[in-house]
């Protein structure tokens, strides 16, 4: 398995998986995140790896709540197979004035 599912999300955000790093994943951490009861439910695993079940309209309608579970899950029980890319001009400008003054943040977007 290699390549990649992505898709975009109402914020203008989106979010990517490395399908070669989420197959050898064993616990699909992100995938039971997203499907705790009450939360949005738009991954599954499929081909053992994860999936939308939602088409990738509805998930940029609103149908992910960008809840970053997912996200969570991989970084403490995953194997770093997601990537959640969300834009936040303001953070990044606070970052690169903080950089500009020689400080270093305690926290870094990746
Ligand atoms: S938990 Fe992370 S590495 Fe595992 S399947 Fe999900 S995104 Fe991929
Ligand atoms: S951000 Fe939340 S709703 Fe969207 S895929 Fe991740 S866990 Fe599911």
Redesign the pocket.
């Known amino acids: 398995m290699s390549g990649v599912m992505s898709f975009e ?1 109402f914020s203008g955000g989106s ?1 990517t998986f490395d399908l070669a790093t989420c197959a050898k994943c064993k616990t699909k951490a ?1 995938v039971v ?3 705790v009861p009450n ?5 599954e695993l499929k081909d053992n790896v994860p999936a939308l079940k939602v088409t990738q309209e509805e ?1 940029k309608r609103g ?9 969570l ?1 991989c970084m403490t029980d995953g194997i770093g197979g997601i990537t ?1 890319s969300l834009p936040m001009p303001e953070w990044d400008e606070l970052i690169a004035g903080a950089a500009a003054r020689g400080e270093t943040p305690g926290f870094q977007r990746r």
């Open positions: 999300v979010v992100c995140a997203c499907n939360l949005a439910c738009v991954l998930a149908a992910c709540i960008e809840c970053l579970a997912c996200e899950a959640f």
